[in-house]
């Protein structure tokens, strides 16, 4: 059987925020006082004509415009890039256009030029509506600017808004977890993206690891409970930390955890594509954002590219797709690897009998509600017996739609 080529979706990545927050691994810097978006936005435009190359005239079904903080960047500085987008690259008529905005960096007028430019969904970066947690979470806004963000979001005429909520918090009870749930709800959102504060190397947080995290047992009475407020609420839990309205799902995000393809602009962007002959490759940006500057006015961006092994194919689509309640099929997953099932048929069946996943008559496997709690280990069970060399095989976070 042969793979059949998927959505292809692009991801843009603006490197720059007001400060690094300490719990971030993102490819973000400070931005100072004047950093070069100039050149930045010349060079990101050389990269989109280059990257559409790469895309050989397949239609682009959905843009993500992350970082780094996109709102520090003006509407007009966002319509030329979205203008650059269109000239190069065949943009599917319906075509989701994400961007994240800090509710500290939000103005009224640049929300306008946003939507004006294209912009169709808007990703707010909440992490907490308590005073005292943002600021240990070192983010520049308070409560209050939340939801005068988001007000003039839906002013601006977004209607399809996520908010970013993060649980385990330092020093954060079940109740102070709670009521940042309930207030993302009480701003009616399309869409909110929940999920566990996690220590990552090269952070702060991680080298200087707080003292009042809360323990598992109470990390894991908070994720319970606020996953069943936004299921009460009426969100669908369609991804490990996705919950959406109906018809709401993030098309971006999900192509990441189909196992689609993305194309990948921007200062240490990722991007992953599929050729014909089945070769996959994955590669990645220069991630300085000043090399990646000169590499674009110099006319030749270097990215580091891997052609994926059949067994990392694999192991990498299971990586991803197992995020997702609802599974997959045995046909998906040829005409997304080419590979044939019996690839992971072992590891399958051996799931199945450990009560981590459940099969059907027609060939769909879903993990089990016990896989989902331990799904970092149900998707350990994949792994190649060499593990993939040190590229990015994941690179969506829990935060909304970044690929970094």
């Known amino acids: 059987m042969t793979m059949i080529l998927p959505p292809l979706s692009l991801y843009v990545h603006l490197p720059w925020c007001v400060r690094k927050c300490p719990y971030c691994d993102f ?229 990441y955890w189909q196992f689609g393809d993305y194309l990948a602009v921007g200062a240490g962007a990722h991007g992953k594509i599929s050729a014909d002959d089945g070769t996959i490759r994955r590669y990645q940006k220069a991630a300085h954002p000043l090399t990646y500057i000169e590499q674009g006015e110099s006319g030749l961006f270097e990215d580091k590219s891997t052609r994926r092994l059949p067994d990392d194919i694999a192991f990498e689509y299971m990586l991803n797709i197992l995020r997702l309640p609802q599974g997959f099929t045995e046909t998906e997953f040829v005409e997304r690897t080419g590979m044939p099932v019996e690839a992971i048929a072992r590891n399958l069946v051996r799931a199945q009998e450990d009560g981590l996943m459940q099969g059907d008559s027609g060939g769909r496997w879903r993990s089990t509600s016990l896989g989902m709690q331990f799904l970092n280990d149900l998707q350990a069970r994949f792994l190649p017996p060499t593990p993939p060399a040190s590229i990015n095989n994941d690179p969506v976070s829990s935060r909304d739609g970044t690929s970094y």
Request: glycine share 8%.
């Open 27 to 255: 490819n973000s810097h400070r931005a100072g006082d004047a950093p070069p978006r100039d050149r930045y936005i010349n060079s990101l435009l050389r990269d989109i004509a280059l990257e559409a190359v790469r895309a050989g005239g397949r239609t682009i079904s959905s843009v993500f415009i992350g970082g780094g903080t996109p709102s520090l960047f003006s509407g007009s500085e966002i319509a030329s890039i979205i203008a650059g987008i269109d000239a190069h690259l065949s943009l599917a008529p319906d075509a989701e256009i994400t961007m994240e905005a800090n509710p500290g960096t939000v103005e009224y007028g640049n929300l306008e030029g946003y939507r004006s430019a294209g912009v169709n969904r808007l990703s707010i970066g909440a992490q907490s509506f308590d005073a005292d947690s943002l600021q240990r979470l070192g983010r520049i806004h308070g409560p209050d600017e939340i939801a005068s963000a988001f007000a003039a979001a839906v002013s601006a005429g977004f209607d399809n808004i996520n908010i970013d909520i993060m649980f385990a918090l330092p020093g954060q009870s079940l109740d102070m977890a709670m009521n940042d749930v309930t207030s993302a709800i009480a701003l009616q959102p399309q869409h909110v993206s929940y999920y566990q504060l996690t220590l990552e190397p090269n952070t702060v947080f991680y080298k200087q690891q707080p003292a009042d995290l809360p323990d598992d047992d109470l990390s894991w009475s908070i994720q319970q409970a606020g996953q069943a407020a936004l299921r009460q609420a009426g969100f669908q839990h369609y991804e490990v930390s996705a919950f959406a309205s109906p018809d709401r799902e993030c098309r971006h995000n999900l192509n």
